[in-house]
């Protein structure tokens, strides 16, 4: 059974940066896409970002091109999520997701989309 754990979240100012880490356990990693996901209080949980099992496909949400970055080290069983230039509205718990299917190419921005979640870590972003 696959299990994700988030950390790297904290309190930063805006402007700041963070990066956040998912490791992933009890099955091989570098089959699957990963992705991350954010739900701020009274909202619901909206894609943030995901790569595909070989690195070789990313995809942002719009507000967060050109700000975060997505990656994975596959040798660690790890992906990354580099956040900067952060702002207020970026306060969100941040999770981590997977997929139950080997080598797809798309990266879905549904929750339906994944199957297994970590339990998140929190990001606040002070003004």
Known sequence: ???LVESGGGLVQAGGSLRLSCA???RTFDKYTMAWFRQAPGKEREFVAGITWSGGKTR???SMKGRFSISRDNAKNTVYLQMNSLLPEDT???Y?????KAYIVEIYSATFGYDTWGRGTQVTVSS
Do not use: N
């Open 24 to 26: 992933a356990s009890g």
């Open 96 to 100: 981590c997701a997977t997929v139950m």
């Open 60 to 62: 942002y949400a719009d």
């Open 92 to 94: 969100a718990v941040y």
């Open 1 to 3: 059974q696959v299990q």
